[in-house]
C-alpha cells in the first residue's frame, strides 16, 4: 500500500483479555517501530526490528507484551492479559533510511 | 536517557498570528527532528535538523537548530487553521536506531 497501515483501528477489549495488534508497513521498509501515545504524553518507544530480529526491546513495559514480524513485512503486537494502564494510542513506524520514519495512523486500544 | 522539553505544553492563538514553540535538553543533540500530528493519525516529519545554528525553512514554518545543539525551535509566520496540531521534537540517541520523542505542544489556530 501508499502508506503504513494498522488494524484495528479501535479496539475496545475487558481486564484480563489478551490482545493483538497489526501492523503493515510500506513494502520494501527494512526498519519498523512501535510507539504507544498515552493521553497526554508523547510517543514511548516499545521495540525496534530490523528485518525479522529485534535488536532493540528495551521499552516494552512488562512481560506481557511481546512482538514479532514475520518475512520481514507485517509485525504484530501482542499484549497478555491486558490492564486498564495498557489503554492508550498503539503507533506502528516503518522507515528505510535511519531516522525518517513513516507512521500509521494507530490503534486506540481502551481497556474496560 | 536524555529527555526532551517543549515548551509551552498548549497553545491557543487566532489566525494570523505569529508563535514559537521550543524543545530543550541538558545535553547535546546528534540530530533533532520536528513532526507534526493531527488528530487520529501518525506523526508526520516536518524537518531534521543537524548542524549547530542551521536554520531550515518550510514554507511559513522556520526551524532553528540551537549553536550548541542543545536546543531547536520551530517559528511558523500568519499560523492557519490548517496548522493545529500537535507537534514533537524527537532525538536519535545513536547507536540504537530508536527516536526519543518529547511530549509536545498542542497548538490550535483559530478561524
Known amino acids: 500500500g501508499a502508506g503504513v497501515s494498522q488494524s484495528p483501528s479501535n479496539k475496545v477489549t475487558e481486564k484480563g483479555k489478551d490482545v493483538e495488534l497489526r501492523c503493515d508497513p510500506i513494502?520494501?521498509?527494512?526498519?519498523l517501530y512501535w510507539y504507544r501515545q498515552s493521553l497526554g504524553q508523547g510517543l514511548e518507544f516499545l521495540i525496534y526490528?530490523?528485518?525479522?530480529?529485534?535488536?532493540?526491546k528495551s521499552g516494552l513495559p512488562s512481560d506481557r507484551f511481546s512482538a514479532e514480524r514475520t518475512g520481514g513485512s507485517v509485525s504484530t503486537l501482542t499484549i497478555q492479559r491486558t490492564q486498564q494502564e495498557d489503554s492508550a494510542v498503539y503507533l506502528c513506524?516503518?522507515?528505510?533510511?535511519?531516522?525518517?520514519?513513516?507512521f500509521g495512523p494507530g490503534t486506540r486500544l481502551t481497556v474496560l | 536517557t536524555q529527555l526532551l522539553e517543549q515548551s509551552p505544553q498548549f497553545l491557543s492563538i487566532q489566525e494570523g498570528e505569529n508563535l514559537t514553540v521550543y524543545c530543550n535538553s541538558s545535553?547535546?543533540?546528534?540530530?533533532l527532528q520536528w513532526y507534526r500530528q493531527e488528530p487520529g493519525e501518525g506523526p508526520v516529519l516536518l524537518v531534521t535538523?543537524?548542524?549547530?545554528?542551521e536554520v531550515k525553512k518550510l514554507k511559513r514554518l522556520t526551524f532553528q537548530f540551537g549553536d550548541a545543539r542543545k536546543d531547536s525551535s520551530l517559528h511558523i509566520t500568519a499560523a492557519q487553521p490548517g496548522d493545529t496540531g500537535l507537534y514533537l521534537c524527537?532525538?536519535?540517541?545513536?547507536?540504537?536506531?530508536?527516536?526519543?520523542f518529547g511530549k509536545g505542544t498542542k497548538l490550535t489556530v483559530n478561524p
Open positions: 526490528f530490523q528485518g525479522n530480529s529485534a535488536p532493540d
Open positions: 513506524a516503518s522507515s528505510l533510511v535511519r531516522d525518517v520514519l513513516f
Open positions: 535538523v543537524v548542524t549547530g545554528g
Open positions: 545535553s547535546v543533540f546528534s540530530s
Open positions: 513494502s520494501g521498509h527494512t526498519a
Open positions: 524527537a532525538w536519535d540517541q545513536g547507536g540504537s536506531e530508536k527516536l526519543v
